[in-house]
């Protein structure tokens, strides 16, 4: 049995405000908490306090109906926290609380290089490891952060605010790894029907829906080729004609967000030559299990400009751009085979890759595992590479080129998962299963800036991928004071622009009663950056400005507030 998330809506006549998280009694799996209250009538500001035993460790004041604390929280230890509003006269109310909550203990065993901390791209770095089943979250320094405890979850993607995807060993199911999204607590908001088995992505449509790798098969003949003679030993007819052994192929499945139907989907079986094939896998397919894995797709993406899926097909070294709503294939990109279909992009010589990211220019970024690296580039030894693609398209003719790439070396050569993501100042973050799982942040210069050792290794654990994240909480901004609460509005905050900036911001806002106006930048740990106005405004419409040239790319905050209305306002910074 499985936890879900539950929502059970009260009414009382009674209105009191509550202690909202960490939730009473609870024990948390993340030391980056972040504590929730309910509004108190009338109250303007709030005093929080929590506790270790005596000690008191978090004494604060917010405006806001919430507060994070990253640095005070330790694991395997229980607090105690409690609230008091804070009226605009200065007095105190009384204490809400105490509530008590617990953390438990740290998985992961991570250990941090830092070459240039200069350069390193802000956030935390959240990783999940096959076989072990696990996941968790980690700072600059290689401090765990947050874990998925023993619910054996397996992180496969995020959206980057706030909502995670994976999947989780169900040892009683058939299809054993069934796709989810999670939350920070471990608890489930969705679970695929798990029909069929679901592999290695899930991701959220624009339009709310779930979009999955599922398995699929069919019973096909066994081609000619050097492989013939054995399978003829085991007793197959091996003559390229006669049906007599599963090829296993994918799907791709769109799941109706509420009903869990299918309602899309995309067979490769209808869509891909299957005289294209890599005939290095046949050799003990017949000796084996009897069972050939045709494509192994093993990410995609949904552009939605585009209209359009890309995916990842790793035994084909190919990477597909499909039209969603007629579901044919724009283009395909990478090794030529026998059919034709691979239109270009043959030189660029990625082999077996694993992940994709579909930058905002229209470039590709992919892990080119380089299982075939000896015999597509003429390596001496097999090498993965971070790769870094530019599509372009001339009267409907289509090429490729390599913008930018690194080589790992031979230690690092990752047969197997990994990723590589583009971060928000630029630089790149690559993930291999070689070294025992390693995660290396390196500029456009190929500098390497940052280094993470996972410890991870085979056959008990290997890293599946990993991603840099603003924060456990990225979303934060949306948990301040309900402003509708507040008969009385001073003012209007419109929405700043360019969003995102570079290196100045526009900051527009319309104040319609007289007063104290306070507007403010913070950042992405809520630390207050700088003033850019404190004092008085008459009714009217006001613009400022906001210069960031000495700030790092990242998440900030505008925060415009009065006594008695507070707003806030996230933007990006991308240098």
């Known amino acids: 049995m499985r936890n879900y998330i539950i929502l059970i809506v009260t009414m009382t006549s009674i209105s009191m405000a509550g202690l909202v998280k960490p939730v009473n009694g609870s024990t948390l799996n993340y030391i980056h908490v972040l504590f929730e209250w309910e509004q108190e009538s009338g109250a303007y500001a709030y005093n929080l306090q929590a506790s270790q035993g005596n000690n008191l460790i978090i004494n604060v004041e917010e405006l806001t109906l919430n507060f994070i604390e990253d640095d005070n929280i330790n694991w395997e230890t229980s607090y105690n926290w409690q609230v008091r509003p804070i009226y605009s006269n200065g007095s105190y109310g009384n204490w809400i609380g105490p509530n008590t909550f617990s953390t438990g203990s740290?998985?992961?065993?991570?250990?941090?290089?830092?070459?240039?901390?200069?350069?390193?791209?802000?956030?935390?770095?959240?990783?999940?490891?096959?076989?072990?089943?696990?996941?968790?979250?980690?700072?600059?320094?290689?401090?765990?952060?947050?874990?998925?405890?023993?619910?054996?979850?397996?992180?496969?993607?995020?959206?980057?605010?706030?909502?995670?995807?994976?999947?989780?060993?169900?040892?009683?199911?058939?299809?054993?790894?069934?796709?989810?999204?999670?939350?920070?607590?471990?608890?489930?908001?969705?679970?695929?029907?798990?029909?069929?088995?679901?592999?290695?992505?899930?991701?959220?449509?624009?339009?709310?829906?779930?979009?999955?790798?599922?398995?699929?098969?069919?019973?096909?003949?066994?081609?000619?080729?050097?492989?013939?003679?054995?399978?003829?030993?085991?007793?197959?007819?091996?003559?390229?004609?006669?049906?007599?052994?599963?090829?296993?192929?994918?799907?791709?499945?769109?799941?109706?967000?509420?009903?869990?139907?299918?309602?899309?989907?995309?067979?490769?079986?209808?869509?891909?030559?299957?005289?294209?094939?890599?005939?290095?896998?046949?050799?003990?397919?017949?000796?084996?299990?009897?069972?050939?894995?045709?494509?192994?797709?093993?990410?995609?993406?949904?552009?939605?400009?585009?209209?359009?899926?890309?995916?990842?097909?790793?035994?084909?070294?190919?990477?597909?751009?499909?039209?969603?709503?007629?579901?044919?294939?724009?283009?395909?990109?990478?090794?030529?085979?026998?059919?034709?279909?691979?239109?270009?992009?043959?030189?660029?010589?990625?082999?077996?890759?694993?992940?994709?990211?579909?930058?905002?220019?229209?470039?590709?970024?992919?892990?080119?595992?380089?299982?075939?690296?000896?015999?597509?580039?003429?390596?001496?030894?097999?090498?993965?590479?971070?790769?870094?693609?530019?599509?372009?398209?001339?009267?409907?003719?289509?090429?490729?080129?390599?913008?930018?790439?690194?080589?790992?070396?031979?230690?690092?050569?990752?047969?197997?998962?990994?990723?590589?993501?583009?971060l928000e100042n630029g630089n790149y973050l690559i993930t291999t299963v070689g070294g025992g799982g390693t995660v290396l942040e390196i500029t456009p210069g190929n500098e390497i800036v940052w280094q993470a050792n996972l410890n991870l290794s085979l056959p008990s654990g290997a890293v599946y991928r990993a991603n840099r994240i603003s924060s456990l909480y990225p979303n934060v901004s949306q948990l301040g004071v309900d402003n509708n609460i507040n008969i009385i509005t001073d003012f209007h905050l419109n929405s700043p622009y360019p969003n995102p900036f570079n290196p100045t911001v526009n900051i527009e806002f319309s104040v319609l009663g007289k007063s104290v106006i306070h507007l403010l930048v913070y950042d992405i740990k809520g630390t207050e950056l700088e003033t850019i106005f404190k004092g008085v405004q008459n009714p009217g419409v006001y613009k400022y400005s906001w210069t960031a040239e000495k700030y790092p790319s990242g998440t900030y905050f505008i925060s415009l507030k009065t006594e008695k209305q507070k707003e806030i306002k996230k933007i990006v910074l991308l240098k």
């Open 106 to 422: 740290a998985i992961a065993d991570v250990d941090v290089t830092i070459h240039n901390g200069n350069l390193y791209s802000p956030g935390l770095t959240i990783f999940s490891s096959f076989f072990n089943y696990y996941s968790a979250a980690f700072d600059n320094e290689g401090n765990e952060v947050w874990n998925t405890g023993q619910s054996d979850i397996v992180y496969y993607n995020t959206n980057y605010d706030g909502k995670l995807f994976g999947c989780w060993l169900d040892n009683d199911s058939p299809n054993n790894l069934p796709g989810i999204e999670f939350n920070l607590d471990s608890e489930f908001t969705w679970e695929e029907p798990n029909e069929e088995f679901l592999h290695h992505d899930l991701i959220q449509l624009p339009n709310g829906n779930y979009l999955g790798i599922v398995e699929t098969s069919q019973f096909c003949p066994i081609p000619l080729g050097s492989w013939t003679e054995i399978c003829q030993d085991y007793g197959y007819v091996a003559d390229g004609i006669f049906l007599e052994l599963f090829w296993i192929g994918d799907k791709i499945v769109e799941w109706d967000k509420v009903t869990k139907e299918v309602v899309w989907s995309w067979n490769v079986f209808d869509y891909f030559n299957m005289e294209d094939y890599d005939s290095g896998l046949w050799d003990n397919v017949c000796a084996d299990n009897g069972e050939y894995d045709w494509t192994h797709i093993n990410a995609i993406v949904f552009n939605e400009a585009e209209s359009a899926l890309y995916i990842s097909t790793r035994h084909l070294s190919r990477i597909t751009k499909i039209d969603y709503q007629s579901k044919n294939i724009i283009w395909n990109m990478g090794y030529d085979m026998p059919s034709g279909d691979v239109g270009f992009g043959h030189e660029l010589g990625f082999s077996w890759q694993h992940s994709l990211q579909v930058l905002n220019n229209g470039n590709i970024l992919t892990l080119d595992n380089g299982n075939r690296s000896e015999s597509f580039l003429n390596t001496e030894f097999p090498t993965t590479r971070g790769i870094e693609i530019s599509v372009e398209e001339n009267n409907g003719e289509y090429s490729a080129v390599i913008v930018w790439e690194y080589s790992l070396t031979e230690e690092l050569f990752g047969f197997a998962s990994g990723n590589v993501q583009k």
